[in-house]
């Protein structure tokens, strides 16, 4: 009889079974790739539309308190609806500072364009300067006069992209942010 010895290697069920377990872990492990991926977009999201409202309050907050400084006879802003236009005197007579949201149409062209997760383009103009984008993924801005030297503001930012995961406003996240603002030239 001839009898094999030293029968060395891996048999077909064995390799099936190695393929199988194999293919279970890299499975799991692109789940869960995939899933800290998406959360960390997310978090990105999140971290960006929080910046900006930060950032466009922190600008807006620092103007407005210039508001009629060195001022004789004039109005210190005005506020019409989502504009707000703050009057000071620092490098002309009448200097003058507006912030106002226009639409994102991506031709130059800045009017508002309403429809469903609409955003706009928070614009800051200067009588020194020219009128540029401050910042963009701006819902809304607020202006609103609570005393005659005390000013809110609010700004709601909306993320770039939805979230599938999210199921209020059509997956995309929102952030507002508000400050009272004392007018200290009034």
Known sequence: MNTIKNNSGF?????????LISGILISGAFGFYSTMQSQTTIQMEMSNIQNITRASLDDISSTLRQAGYKLNGHDPYLIN???????FN????VDTVTYFIAGQSGTGDYEPQESENTTYY????????????????IVSVNFVNIEDNIIRI??????????DTYNYNNGYRTW????DVCLRNI
């Open 154 to 163: 609010s700004i709601t930012a909306q993320t770039e992209y939805p979230d």
């Open 122 to 137: 928070l614009m800051k103009g200067c009588s020194y300067g020219t009128t540029s984008i401050y910042s963009d993924n």
């Open 176 to 179: 507002t942010l508000s400050e």
């Open 90 to 93: 620092i490098y002309n007579s």
């Open 81 to 87: 609806g989502d504009t707000l236009m703050v009057f």
């Open 11 to 19: 048999t077909l069920i064995e390799v099936l079974i190695a393929i």
